[in-house]
């Protein structure tokens, strides 16, 4: 069982940057991928950025590539989406999810993740 709990989320203006950060508690967090994605009203949920959990393999959505990274401590237990560059278009609750699955690679899928945060608002302004 993992609880996650994600914070740094607010408004910012076009350009600007946030990091959010998940903190994990429960066992085994470095057995796990980890997951970062949004949904915006309206919308479906959608990925955002994956990191496998050894570190070694992350994927990003295309409209992010270049602008928000991914990245975890392990000694911490958290996961970070630093981004940067924000376009209105990234408004949108962003959620930290993480999947226990035996997969050798990081899922992009909602689906797979088994464990997720509550959410953290993210407002860019134009």
């Known amino acids: 069982q993992v609880q996650l709990v994600e914070s740094g989320g607010g408004l910012v203006q076009a350009g600007g940057s946030l990091r959010l950060s998940c903190a994990a508690s429960g066992r085994a967090f470095s057995t796990y991928h980890m997951g970062w994605f949004r949904q915006a009203p309206g919308k479906e949920r959608e990925f955002v950025a994956v990191?496998?959990?050894?570190?070694?393999?992350?994927y990003y959505q295309d409209s992010v590539k270049g602008r928000f990274t991914i990245s975890r401590d392990i000694a911490k237990n958290t996961v970070y989406l630093q981004m940067n560059s924000l376009k209105p278009e990234d408004t949108a609750v962003y959620y930290c999810?993480?999947?226990?699955?035996?997969?050798?690679?990081?899922?992009?899928?909602?689906?797979?993740?088994?464990?997720w945060g509550q959410g953290t608002q993210v407002t860019v302004s134009s």
């Open positions: 990191m496998g959990r050894t570190g070694r393999i992350t």
């Open positions: 999810a993480a999947d226990q699955a035996g997969s050798v690679v990081p899922s992009r899928r909602p689906n797979n993740y088994d464990y």
